[in-house]
């Protein structure tokens, strides 16, 4: 009997670490973006365009442009890029834009 309470207590706790765990994770990677989300999104949505038109040189040619035309510490957000496999304006897009979505989620909306 107040085995069964233990157990089921336990259980509580677990999910609750893990959910803790979770949570510390996702904020963890979220206080690692470089840029408040509206200008990462502006970024990724900046770039996609370019890749559209002229498609990727393998460089981060159309990622640096929009950074030194919106003043942004170009240096501090090609290594968190890079760190996330952005390591051309098209991995820019597919994996660190992916990156920051997966991230950037509320807890509980997955
Ligand atoms: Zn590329």
């Known amino acids: 009997m107040t085995s069964n309470i233990t157990q089921g207590s336990m259980d509580d706790k677990k999910r609750e670490l893990k959910k803790r765990w979770k949570k510390a994770e996702r904020d ?59 390591f051309c304006d098209c991995e820019v897009v597919a994996n660190a834009r992916d990156h920051w979505e997966e991230s950037r989620r509320l807890p509980g909306i997955s």
């Open 28 to 86: 963890a990677a979220r206080s690692a973006f470089p840029l408040h989300d509206d200008k990462l999104e502006a970024l990724f949505d900046a770039v996609e365009m370019a890749l559209e038109d002229a498609g990727c040189d393998h460089s981060l040619r159309a990622t640096t442009e929009w950074l030194s035309a919106n003043g942004v510490d170009i240096g501090a957000v090609v290594v968190w890029l890079e760190n996330n496999g952005g």
